[in-house]
């Protein structure tokens, strides 16, 4: 399989985005970019290989730990950053 | 644009992009610095920002965009001891043995920066492929098969090549018992 390149990322996985560029313009323009990739031709084999029910449990292990922060109290930190820029934006 | 719906949005998006930003550096610290950089850029861009459209995935976009040219320019292996305290943090330990967060850590940090990435996104984020690859600036085909990948090399990391190695705790128990599972098809 030829792995078609994205025109917009370097070879260590980080992309050329523009930051100010909202995510649904990015995918749609990914569209126009990349021709049609036959997605379960190409990358059915990858999916075989590893046990079903290991990739279960590595999926459980990696929310388990994004939970571990996301279900955690906010800091005030953050919320008085959001408060000063809030009232910076509303003073414009 | 109403200010406080945004402002309702950040706070509401906040939890989520701790959890991505510590799961990318491995370091709580580096990771609240991360999103406070990221919450400064996005008020700077806000009048980029279309309402109505996606605000999760677009304050995602812009952390992993600062983390990753972050990277770039200090050229920076992800390493840190210190990350492993970050992971005691509201996980049940009854559920989920603390060596088992640490080693998914240390594992997480060997892999490729968009294999990591991918798996967060999709497997910890619980983000559809879409949505990742929107994210990540890449097509839902190659998400795919960076998850796929991923997940296969950090297993390989891990020295795991069945579900029963990952020793006994709760939640394992009750995935292993299951007949089916739940399993995200690629």
């Not at chain 2, 959890?19 to 806000?46: P, Y």
Request: proline share 3%; with cysteine.
């Amino acid at each position: 399989m030829t792995a078609v390149k994205n025109p917009r990322s370097s070879g260590d996985g980080s992309s050329r985005q523009d930051v100010s560029e909202p995510p649904q313009a990015v995918a749609d323009k990914e569209k126009r970019h990349m021709p049609t990739m036959g997605q379960t031709g190409e990358h059915a084999g990858e999916t075989a290989g590893l046990d079903a029910k290991l990739q279960t449990v590595i999926g459980h292990k990696l929310k388990a730990m994004f939970d571990g922060v996301a279900n955690a109290p906010i800091p005030e930190k953050f919320l008085e950053l959001l408060s000063k820029l809030d009232s910076q934006e509303k003073s414009k | 644009m109403s200010s406080d719906t945004v402002k309702q949005g950040f706070i509401d998006a906040i939890p989520n992009l701790r959890a991505f930003a510590m799961s990318l550096c491995g370091n709580l610290e580096r990771a609240d610095d991360l999103v406070q950089e990221t919450m400064l850029k996005a008020f700077k861009n806000i009048d980029s920002f279309e309402e109505g459209t996606n605000l999760k995935a677009w304050l995602f976009t812009i952390l992993r965009n600062t983390y990753f040219s972050e990277r770039r320019r200090t050229k920076r292996e992800v390493e840190d001891a210190d990350g492993i305290h970050a992971s005691r943090l509201a996980v049940h330990p009854e559920q989920h043995g603390h060596m088992d967060m640490c080693e998914l850590h240390d594992a997480l940090k060997q892999l490729k920066d968009d294999q990591r990435e991918a798996l967060i996104l999709v497997c910890a984020a619980g983000m559809s492929y879409e949505e990742a690859a929107a994210i990540s600036g890449c097509a839902v085909g190659t998400i795919k098969s960076r998850v796929n990948r991923g997940r296969a090399k950090l297993s390989e990391i891990m020295g795991i090549t069945s579900a029963e190695e990952f020793g006994p705790d709760a939640a394992t128990e009750a995935i292993l018992n299951e007949s089916g599972g739940y399993l995200r098809q690629a």
